[in-house]
Nanobody, 117 residues
Framework: QVQLVESGGGLVQPGGSLRLSCAASGIIFSRWVMTWHRQAPGKERELVASISTSGSITNYADSVKGRFTISRDNTKNTVWLQMNILKPEDTAVYYC??????????WGQGTQVTVSS
């Protein structure tokens, strides 16, 4: 059974930082591309950041470049999203996704991030 479990969300003031974690089980983690998405109320889900299987290639949405960093440790089956200089517009539910060609994808249950003073 595949599970992706996100953690680390919460309430933070503008300008603050949070680190999200996504722990995977039931898959050979090192063979899956990992992606963070987010969905704000009333908006469509959007891709935030992705990381290749080895961790050597990362991609970011323009809105988070320079503020967010995605990383992974294949020995710990975990992917992280370090979020700095948070803005109110970063408020959303953040989801972790695992994707592998011909194998489909899996999603976590999401973790709420609220940026507010």
């Amino acid at each position: 059974q595949v599970q992706l479990v996100e953690s680390g969300g919460g309430l933070v003031q503008p300008g603050g930082s949070l680190r999200l974690s996504c722990a995977a089980s039931g898959i050979i983690f090192s063979r899956w591309v990992m992606t963070w998405h987010r969905q704000a109320p009333g908006k469509e889900r959007e891709l935030v950041a992705s990381i290749s299987t080895s961790g050597s290639i990362t991609n970011y949405a323009d809105s988070v470049k320079g503020r967010f960093t995605i990383s992974r440790d294949n020995t710990k089956n975990t992917v992280w999203l370090q979020m700095n200089i948070l803005k109110p517009e970063d408020t959303a539910v953040y989801y972790c996704q695992a994707n592998r060609p011909n194998y489909g994808d899996y999603w976590g249950q999401g973790t709420q991030v609220t940026v507010s003073s």
